[in-house]
């Protein structure tokens, strides 16, 4: 299959300026600036189907009509802040072909009519916000990015922005608080960016996967985007491999494509030839897909499939769990990350991830008695529906799944 | 005082944001004012709430959220291994182990030249390439994939020399 985002495993050097213009890159920018009203842009993209690839699958192009045309100036944000536990696409995408991820955040920021657009990129990527940087400033060199563009009264200008190590921040409104200067912890919503956003005004924040389409729905329309994936998600999808496979890595697939396909095609099938046990399709947030049935491994990953097996497709970072993996081991992992992230804001995920670490821990070290698992799964569940944002309800997806879906790993951890 | 030292440094950031978003510069500052000694001073935060007009314990709270901004000296390096779920699946606890016997640490601690700090970080976005790690020093942040005990000690050895 040819690419339509790793464009860079197809075309070498894709990510210098002149490479991508020779292969049709920045033409649709331009075309949309200098002959497209912005909602004509915004209807392209709402009948492309998109939706954002950050987890949430919201529709992209009604996000970007709801930005609030009485209020202004708009502020575009790209959430580069990728952080999830198992999720590392945006990385590759910004590493191999900048140009189409900032030539989609430039797209965007013309149709909701922002003049900036702030890139926020989690800490750690600090090379390749300076290399982002350097491809900004080329585009500035050759009038793609400045004021009054292609002789319109157009302006737009892009900066990055370095976050320093919170997973809290991919929260769109924890992003904006530490975009701000402060520290990263959630909004209470509604009102949501689109209304008030970055310094108050209305802001429109996607995932750097999203963005990064955007170019290719423009140039090849959006009938063309959904000849690909499935009628309620068409497109593609970049699927982060990891865990107990062979070969762990992004694979850029149509939506609806099976596990099977990924595991076992894409991805060489699971280590040591052993089986799988358990599948985690959003990363650490997951719900534990039980794959005690070889025919699981048939469903399509798209939204809809996914959540009938009582999980989440979310940012689509599936890890691979094999059978010599014992799950009290692995919810104690998973329930320390969230933890160790937890903003402290709001009391039922500063306090819940606090007692649920402690009795993982204590299960996992062989020190807990039977009471303990069943107080465990009284405090994810006590945790649920009583976060301020998604964080809190994310740490108990693991535990609770687990918990109703391996009880024997937890009872012979007990009972040991 | 970092607009002193770095006066070009401190233009350009505050330039990125609005008038309106003068506090924006925040993060960015802290960076830089890390950069030289790896911890961030008293005497630079005053400095950065002086700069953008916020009280010194409204930078300390930013300061003490994030991962990335140190408040002590440790040392030059520090190797921030990533012993997150993915990675654990890939063999990060046993890399992390045997690096730590290899360099006569735990993790958390420093080297006893002061060289190098091991701690043991939450996902940093590279599960396909475990194990990996994260070096943060004077330069800033690089990634180090795909690693064996054996390839890191030999980038020790490099750091050593450079340091020496």
């Keep these: 299959m040819t690419h339509i985002l790793l464009r860079h495993r197809e075309i070498p050097e894709i990510n210098q300026l002149s490479v991508y213009q020779k292969n049709g890159g920045l033409a649709a920018f331009k075309n949309a600036v200098t002959t497209m009203k912005t909602t004509e842009v915004i209807d392209v993209v709402k009948n492309s189907g998109l939706r954002g690839r950050g987890g949430a699958g919201f529709p992209t192009g009604m996000k970007w009509s709801f ?10 944000v790209a959430n580069a802040d990728e952080s999830e536990p198992g999720t590392f ?17 430039m797209i965007g920021s013309y149709a909701v009519g922002a003049n ?11 090379e390749i916000a300076e290399s982002l940087d350097a491809k ?44 701000e200067g402060k520290r990263g912890q959630p909004r209470v919503r509604p009102p949501f960016p689109p209304s008030v956003g970055l310094y108050d005004k209305p802001t429109i924040i996607n995932n750097v996967e999203t963005f990064t389409n955007v170019p ?12 690909m994936g499935t009628t309620d998600a068409p497109g593609v999808k970049i699927f982060s491999l990891s865990g107990r496979v062979r070969k762990p890595g992004n694979y850029e697939l149509p939506l609806g494509t099976t596990f099977r396909d990924l595991i076992y095609t894409h991805g060489g099938g699971v280590q040591d030839s052993r089986k799988v046990r358990a599948i985690m399709p959003a990363g650490a947030s997951s719900s534990l897909i039980l794959v005690d049935d070889d025919k699981i491994l048939d469903t399509p990953m798209d939204y809809l499939e996914v959540r009938k097996l009582k999980s989440e497709l979310g940012s689509a970072s599936v890890i691979i769990v094999d059978d010599s993996v014992s799950m ?8 320390h990350f969230f933890k160790h992230e937890s903003c402290g804001k709001c009391t039922p995920c500063r306090e819940g991830t606090y007692w649920m670490a402690r009795l993982t821990e204590r299960i996992h070290d062989g020190r807990a008695v039977k009471a303990d698992v069943d107080l465990l799964l009284n405090v994810a569940k006590q945790m649920q529906g009583k976060c301020l944002c998604a964080l809190g309800e994310f740490s108990t997806m693991a535990v609770v799944s687990s918990l109703e879906r391996f009880r024997e790993d937890f009872d012979n951890a007990v009972k040991a | 005082m970092l607009s002193k030292k770095y006066p070009k440094e401190v233009k350009q950031i505050l330039s990125k944001y609005p008038p309106e978003g003068k506090r924006s510069a925040m993060m960015p500052l802290l960076f830089l004012a890390q950069r030289e000694e790896g911890y961030i001073s008293k005497a630079a935060m005053q400095d950065i709430a002086g700069l953008l007009n916020v009280t010194e314990t409204e930078v300390a709270g930013v300061v003490g959220f994030y991962t990335l901004y140190h408040e002590e000296k440790e040392g030059k390096y ?3 291994v990533c012993a997150d779920l993915p990675c654990a699946l ?28 091991i701690e043991a970080v939450m996902c940093l976005a590279a599960c396909d390439k475990a194990p990996m790690f994260q070096t943060q020093g004077p330069e800033g942040i690089k990634y180090h994939e795909n690693m064996t005990v054996e390839k890191t000690m030999e980038l020790v050895e490099e750091l050593r020399k450079s340091a020496a």
């Excluded at chain 1, 400033?137 to 319109?152: N, V």
């Excluded at chain 1, 290719?216 to 000849?227: E, F, H, L, P, R």
């Design chain 1, 67 to 76: 930005a609030d045309n009485k209020n202004w100036p708009h502020y575009v």
């Design chain 1, 89 to 105: 696409k945006d990385r590759e995408i910004m590493e191999g072909n900048p140009l189409q991820f900032l030539e989609g955040v």
């Design chain 1, 116 to 126: 900036a657009a702030y890139i926020y990129l989690r800490g750690e990527f600090w």
């Design chain 1, 136 to 179: 900004i400033a080329e585009l500035e060199e050759a009038g793609y990015l400045g004021d009054k563009l292609f002789g319109t009264e157009y302006s737009l200008r892009l900066y990055t922005h370095l976050g320093a190590g919170a997973y809290i921040c991919g929260e769109e409104s924890a992003l904006l608080e530490s975009l």
């Design chain 1, 216 to 227: 290719m729905i423009m140039t090849n329309g959006a009938d063309w985007y959904k000849t």
């Design chain 1, 328 to 335: 009290d081991w692995l919810i104690n992992k998973t329930v």
């Design chain 2, 78 to 80: 520090r190797i921030q």
């Design chain 2, 90 to 117: 890939r063999g990060a606890e046993g890399f992390v182990k045997n690096l730590c016997d290899n360099l006569g640490v735990k993790v958390g601690e420093t080297t006893e030249d002061g060289l190098l700090t």
